[in-house]
């Protein structure tokens, strides 16, 4: 069965400060991920998504995450912290079970970015 | 063009009694999700339709949720008596493609449900 683990479900860092969030997988087949951000009172929104084609994935907001499967790992970066990145943000992985493909999320990780 | 919307935003309701709670995917697309959040825990998937059709009710809890999407549009989850175990928040997501691994969904801003 595939899981998601986020490590650290709350991560402080200064504003300009490096933002480093983790998100670890366990895929027997090779996996699809992605990382979604809720900001306060919004839905969730897609930052960006792994899909086999690079392991360097861009996303929206200067967020990147590095697909590295030794380390079955797939975590979110942003060089420079700001103000409005301060949201939960959730790593998850597609997986097809029962006939259709869902989402298996982690427990997520909420973001304080300090002035 | 308009997102998935759900309503109400809010419902404070007591145990044993019933709450429906809606979700409007985004127009075209025939995939719709519901997924709950209880609190602190990760979002788990509760059922998925394609157009009017349960694709896979796997995730849900017991029988009193009863999902429906009469005529492939909007979509509601009923929960009937509702227990305490049931607060959380409950989103909704739509996708145009339901049958690629990768495929991605929109979610909607979700319903948080409190039954006292």
């Known amino acids: 069965a595939q899981s998601v683990t986020q490590l650290g479900s709350h991560v402080s860092v200064s504003e300009g400060a490096l933002v480093l969030l983790r998100c670890n997988y366990s895929?027997?087949?090779?996996?699809?991920l992605f990382w979604y951000v809720q900001y306060p009172n919004q839905g969730l929104q897609l930052l960006l998504k792994?899909?086999?084609?690079?392991?360097l994935v861009k996303g929206i907001n200067g967020f990147e995450a590095e697909f590295k499967k030794s380390e079955t790992s797939f975590h979110l970066t942003k060089p420079s912290a700001h103000m409005s990145d301060a949201a939960e943000y959730f790593c998850?992985?597609?997986?097809?079970?029962?006939?259709?493909?869902?989402?298996?999320f982690g427990t997520g990780t909420r973001l304080k970015v300090l002035a | 063009e308009a997102g998935v919307t759900q309503f109400p935003s809010h419902s404070v309701i007591e145990k044993g009694q019933t709450v429906t709670l809606r979700c409007d995917p985004i127009?075209?697309?025939?995939?719709l999700y519901w997924y709950r959040r209880v609190m602190g825990k990760e979002i788990k998937f509760l059922l998925h339709?394609?157009?009017?059709?349960?694709?896979?009710e796997s995730g849900m809890p017991n029988n009193r949720f009863l999902a429906e999407r009469t005529g492939g549009t909007y979509s509601t989850l009923k929960v009937q008596p509702a227990e305490l175990e049931d607060s959380g928040v409950y989103f909704c997501?739509?996708?145009?493609?339901?049958?690629?691994?990768?495929?991605?969904?929109?979610f909607g801003p979700g319903t948080r449900l409190t039954v006292l």
């Open positions: 339709f394609v157009k009017e059709s349960k694709q896979d």
């Open positions: 127009s075209g697309h025939d995939n």
């Open positions: 997501a739509s996708s145009l493609v339901g049958s690629r691994s990768y495929n991605e969904q929109f």
């Open positions: 792994y899909t086999s084609a690079a392991t």
């Open positions: 998850a992985v597609s997986s097809f079970t029962s006939g259709t493909y869902k989402y298996i």
């Open positions: 895929s027997s087949v090779p996996p699809y």
